[in-house]
């Protein structure tokens, strides 16, 4: 039972253009979206968070947009530098329970 | 504190034998999850503690896994009779429950070989 969903395995930008990760859930219990960055052999580190009262959330180069009608969420890059090469996970909490989605392979080329 | 630790970092381990993770969580976190990825999946959540209460199981959690937070503070995670399904990294993370909505802080895992 996956109830989010990232259905882009991967993704390749050059460096200086935009990165946009999609993701999709499907519980609409979920009442706060996140997204983790995780590079090889480390555990995944937080990245931007987003309430479900909000339909946007800024943080320096990364935005997050909530959908909440379409139950989908956004994570955009800008400018996307070498240095955000990672798997990019999506996550949907509702209460203490967080689920993840399978997660979107970034690749910034110089 | 410098964040969440887990123990060891690598475990190879032959079928059949038992192997116990250890978690220590951010000091002042009282929640402390543990999830499972295996690869080219998102963690898939196992277990749940909030102080020394495990307040929800996974159906992936079979009787085989056990985990423990006994003072609400470390916490363990024991798979007996380890099957090679079981070769997976193992995440543990922390959050407070004092927030509404807070993230979880993870620690950088302990990848599990069974060979």
């Known amino acids: 039972d996956q109830q989010v969903k990232q259905n882009s395995p991967s993704l390749s930008v050059q460096e200086g253009r935009i990165s946009i990760l999609n993701c999709d859930y499907t519980?609409?219990?979920?009442?706060?979206f996140l997204w983790y960055k995780k590079y090889p052999a480390e555990g995944p580190t937080f990245l931007i968070s987003?309430?479900?009262?909000?339909d946007k959330n800024e943080d320096g180069r990364f935005t997050v947009f909530l959908n909440k009608s379409a139950k989908h969420l956004s994570l955009h890059i800008v400018p996307s530098q070498p240095g955000d090469s990672a798997v990019y996970f999506c996550?949907?909490?509702?209460?203490?329970?967080?689920?993840f989605g399978a997660g979107t392979r970034l690749t910034v080329k110089p | 504190d410098t964040g969440v630790s887990q123990n060891p970092r690598h475990k190879i381990t032959k079928r059949g034998q038992n192997v116990t993770f250890r978690c220590d969580p951010i000091?002042?976190?009282?929640?402390l999850y543990w999830y499972r990825q295996t690869l080219g999946q998102g963690p898939e959540f196992l277990t749940y503690?909030?102080?020394?209460?495990?307040?929800?199981k996974s159906r992936l959690l079979s009787d085989r896994f056990s985990a423990e937070r006994p003072k609400g503070s470390f916490s363990t995670l024991e798979i007996q009779r380890t099957e090679q399904g079981d070769s997976a990294m193992y995440l543990c993370?922390?959050?407070?429950?004092?927030?509404?909505?807070?993230?979880?802080?993870f620690g950088q895992g302990t990848r599990l070989t069974v060979v």
């Open positions: 993370a922390s959050s407070s429950a004092w927030a509404e909505n807070t993230e979880a802080f």
């Open positions: 519980n609409s219990m979920f009442d706060y």
């Open positions: 987003i309430s479900s009262i909000k």
């Open positions: 996550a949907a909490s509702a209460g203490d329970d967080m689920r």
């Open positions: 000091s002042e976190h009282n929640r």
């Open positions: 503690f909030q102080n020394e209460a495990q307040l929800e």
